[in-house]
């Protein structure tokens, strides 16, 4: 192997020959691989069983927890929450089995109604926007295009997304009614916010009254190293500015317990929690208060989440080594064709190849029986402007199949660069 | 006792101070009975508890129901739920524990999106319109209500609701988009449909295109008697004229297992579940599908499921008895001054006073630590015209507490009728 870019066109046609001898032999292989989405392993969840031992659902308060009741959630999972997020119990609304379906009827109901600060419902705002880091996560985007928002790229750096950027755009333009961040390990770089971000965050002056930030904390406790990370709860920030109505903290258990059948969970100013529960109270009259009880008397508290993600860690750093030592061992040679993300916490490890290369990538990949994400898929309308990036996602399948299907991967990232790089030529 | 339109003046007042000396003793008892909400008692959930018994979460196709994945519910529950219904497992979609909040969400995509026979979202019809059978289900009526829609009442008899109004209305209205109905034992008079009107339901010819039918089988299976009253599957019956995509069934185990944490299903035509799927996908992964599973193997058809409602009933019917006969002996005897109704299944039993007196009645019971559903709540916007009705549910409180609410319920209605009649004579 040596610097591709340093190649002349006989030795790019015979390193794609090599290449394609590789290819083959993989496809000899019919595998059935798949990095597309961050999903949980059965391993992972064979961890969580013990919160189903569980025989008497009444709680210390003498309330049934198999009824009807409770819409903010179980005192209890509400306290669980609190801890985990750094906030009040009575910041703390617990859902369902999905923070995803959260954030949309709350998108829905900006929709729909508006909320306390709005002057109309957002769906009466022509030319309506929203904001998204990206690259960033494929559902998130996805509510607000449905729901007719213009989206708005902002580029993510280590630090979190540029915030010039953002204060600008907001301080200007009152169509912009929020923005989707995933502040902790992002999707899909991995990256987490700094204090100065957080802080920029809680302080913007918006021109709309009803800006909303969905600050979505799905991997708040999703440590891949035995460095704790913490920063500034940004709800208790917003505080300091009289901006905390303007914060929608989400998030779940669904990569901490079952991810079909954990629990969900909102932190959020008083205000808008009351809002909030009107609103909600036409919609449920209770989320699975069962299913809050098992993992308040499983988890216990923060501790007892931290507890149990290091057992987690141990079980999902494999993977992640496996990748990224295969690349730095099969793309660093061959020069500048790529570079990726070393994410401290999360799900996701950010593939950036050759701009014009992320595409065929993916199509190799899949035509030899491994499943990425869609390249493109954590941009707005699913366009990545230079084809470069590619999500990774290695925690589902076994350790030996993400070695399997990272050699893989480098071998398509290799024979689309040079693919690529003798097209340029002609 | 006798017949309170017989009395004069003299009569009524004496009997007034009686029934105040007997509401003063009821006061005494410093009673806390609610019969507010249709809420099963602790002795249903219990007869359910074998349902938790469950440590294997793969289901017989090899499926991991603890993970993502089948957004439209695991193929069993699927299987389960057409049998209930009377359909297709193709046509049945399975979520979380809240029907309510599956009907929400598909008002909340017409408000928003439209259906795929909409010529414009709802959000955009100007005066838009729901029709509400009379009396019915306030968290029915508080959706559309909440959403801007006119509701318009419907009135109901033993056969379902006035068909030549519905069939008038639709025929002519285009911004008239859907009815809530509660076909079998129907919330709150305990009616089920006549075959005509299920047929006519079926044939409706509507000037809207998007018009929908929201078919809530709440209490499909809850029968009183021994005697399983089954009806024409709307469904089924709309087919026959080419209708099907107008209907969307509901059913939930809310109160067959666990009010808070049973699981809930649709059923509509092939085309609508395209519909719905691709926008539900926008929301939500999947449901919970770990508790499907539960459901599933605790249920396992329709014959289990009515084994199971059997125990329900033979709990239930005493409760129901207990009212029934307080009225007769309490109330008949004072003339035409409330009559009721004797349903054979479901939740309610409506209790139609004298006009002018409902409210007054919920106010003296509440007064006295009884709790009962707001007089008019089964009304839209909660206005009952004639004040007169007041839904009773029996279920939560234990047989002693239903016979003393009964009793303490005779005494503030006939109070109630004596205060009318005396100021009416003024």
Redesign the interface.
């Known amino acids: 192997m040596a610097d591709y870019f340093a190649m002349d066109h006989d030795e790019l046609t015979a390193e794609k020959t090599a290449l394609e001898a590789q290819y083959k032999k993989f496809q000899g292989m019919n595998l059935k691989l798949n990095m597309a989405?961050g999903?949980?392993g059965?391993h992972q969840?064979d961890l969580a069983?013990d919160l189903?031992k569980?025989?008497n659902y009444i709680t210390d308060n003498g309330f049934?927890?198999?009824?009807?009741?409770e819409l903010e959630g179980l005192p209890e999972a509400r306290a669980l929450f609190a801890d985990v997020f750094g906030v009040q119990p009575g910041e703390v609304f617990v859902g369902?089995?999905?923070s995803?379906?959260l954030m949309?009827?709350l998108v829905?109901i900006g929709?729909?109604?508006g909320f306390q600060d709005s002057p109309k419902p957002w769906?009466q705002v022509e030319h309506r926007k929203f904001l998204c880091p990206v690259p960033g996560y494929d559902?998130h985007f996805?509510?607000t295009e449905?729901?007719g928002f213009e989206l708005i790229s902002v580029p993510m750096s280590p630090d979190g997304p540029d915030m010039d950027m953002i204060e600008k755009l907001v301080a200007e333009d009152d169509t912009i009614k929020g923005i989707w961040c995933v502040p902790q390990y992002s999707n899909p770089d991995g990256y987490t916010y700094s204090d100065e971000t957080i802080r920029r965050f809680a302080a913007l002056k918006t021109a709309a009254p009803d800006f909303k930030i969905f600050w979505d904390e799905a991997y708040i406790v999703h440590h891949l190293t035995d460095e704790i990370i913490e920063t500034p709860v940004l709800l208790n920030e917003a505080k300091k500015y009289g901006n905390e109505d303007r914060v929608f903290m989400f998030t779940s258990t669904?990569k901490i317990t079952?991810?079909?059948?954990g629990i969900s969970a909102i932190a959020c100013s008083e205000n808008s929690m009351k809002y909030m529960c009107k609103?909600f109270s036409?919609?449920?009259?209770?989320?699975?208060?069962?299913?809050q009880l098992r993992h308040v008397r499983f988890l216990k508290n923060k501790a007892g989440v931290l507890a149990h993600m290091a057992k987690h860690r141990r079980r999902l750093v494999p993977c992640f080594d496996a990748v990224k030592t295969t690349f730095a061992e099969e793309l660093t040679p061959c020069g500048n064709i790529a570079h990726w993300t070393n994410p401290k916490g999360g799900y996701f490890i950010s593939l950036y190849v050759m701009p014009g290369c992320a595409k065929r990538v993916a199509q190799l990949c899949k035509d030899c029986g491994l499943t990425l994400t869609g390249a493109g898929s954590a941009y707005p309308y699913h366009k990545d402007p230079d084809d470069s990036h590619l999500r990774i996602a290695p925690t589902y399948p076994s350790l030996t199949e993400v070695e399997t299907a990272s050699a893989l991967l480098c071998v398509c990232v290799r024979l689309a660069v040079v693919e690529k790089l003798l097209a340029d030529q002609q």
């Open positions: 989405r999903k949980p059965p969840m069983m189903l569980m025989d049934d927890a198999r009824n009807y009741g369902g089995n999905s995803l379906q949309y009827n829905a929709m729909m109604f769906g559902r996805g509510i449905e729901m669904s079952f991810p079909g059948a609103r036409t919609m449920i009259i209770s989320y699975d208060k069962m299913n």
